[in-house]
């Protein structure tokens, strides 16, 4: 487990963040797809001689899919299983796939994603969306004053001016 060790740590150094290049209708959030992560991660791992394989595994009772990393040297190999859930649909089934695949390779190899939209600028790392807040209990923020709101998904409380997407104002000698 050593060489594959050295390798997986290598790779880690030479990896970049991945650039969010898809949004999910949904949520509208965005993300970097399958393909732009294998584009991203296989020739870095390529050039380690570290093989990735991500088989759907099937018995009769269940199914799991693994990531298998491989060293292509020594033979050692590290492998994470998912089972997968039991759908009667095959499309549903695809996009589960896909989505533990994504995040099972951004957590084995640990890899980050690049901030595209303009949020690094900023301290806020979670901007809730206002069709899931409520008016919090008469609290308000203590930047700016405004009401606070509560996102229902995380039960956090926000200013509803989001005011800490602006800088911070420093004082002047002018400003008292």
């Given at each position: 487990m050593k060489?594959?060790?050295?390798?997986?740590l290598a790779?880690?150094?030479?990896?970049q963040?991945?650039?969010?290049?898809?949004?999910?209708?949904?949520?509208?959030?965005?993300?970097?797809?399958?393909?732009?992560?294998?584009?991203?991660?296989?020739?870095?791992a390529?050039?380690?001689g570290?093989l990735?394989?991500?088989?759907?595994?099937?018995d009769?009772?269940?199914?799991?899919?693994?990531?298998?990393?491989i060293?292509?040297?020594?033979?050692?190999?590290?492998?994470a299983?998912?089972?997968?859930?039991?759908?009667?649909?095959?499309?549903?089934l695809?996009?589960?796939?896909?989505?533990?695949?994504?995040?099972?390779?951004?957590s084995?190899?640990l890899?980050?994603?690049?901030?595209?939209?303009?949020?690094?600028?900023?301290a806020?790392?979670?901007?809730?969306?206002?069709?899931?807040?409520t008016?919090?209990?008469g609290?308000?923020?203590?930047?700016?004053?405004?009401p606070?709101?509560?996102s229902?998904t995380s039960?956090?409380?926000?200013?509803?001016?989001?005011?800490?997407?602006?800088?911070?104002?420093?004082?002047?000698?002018?400003?008292?």
């Amino acid at each position: 487990m050593k060489e594959l060790a050295k390798k997986l740590l290598a790779i880690q150094k030479d990896m970049q963040a991945i650039k969010k290049d898809s949004v999910n209708p949904h949520f509208k959030n965005r993300y970097f797809d399958i393909n732009t992560l294998i584009g991203e991660l296989k020739p870095v791992a390529n050039a380690h001689g570290v093989l990735i394989l991500q088989p759907i595994i099937t018995d009769r009772d269940s199914a799991h899919l693994e990531t298998r990393v491989i060293d292509a040297d020594s033979g050692e190999e590290l492998v994470a299983m998912i089972p997968l859930p039991q759908s009667a649909k095959a499309q549903e089934l695809g996009s589960v796939i896909t989505y533990y695949r994504r995040y099972a390779l951004q957590s084995f190899f640990l890899l980050e994603a690049e901030d595209d939209d303009g949020e690094t600028a900023t301290a806020a790392k979670y901007v809730p969306k206002e069709a899931q807040a409520t008016p919090s209990t008469g609290a308000h923020c203590a930047r700016c004053a405004a009401p606070m709101l509560t996102s229902q998904t995380s039960g956090k409380a926000y200013c509803s001016k989001k005011c800490w997407l602006e800088p911070k104002k420093e004082l002047d000698e002018n400003s008292y």
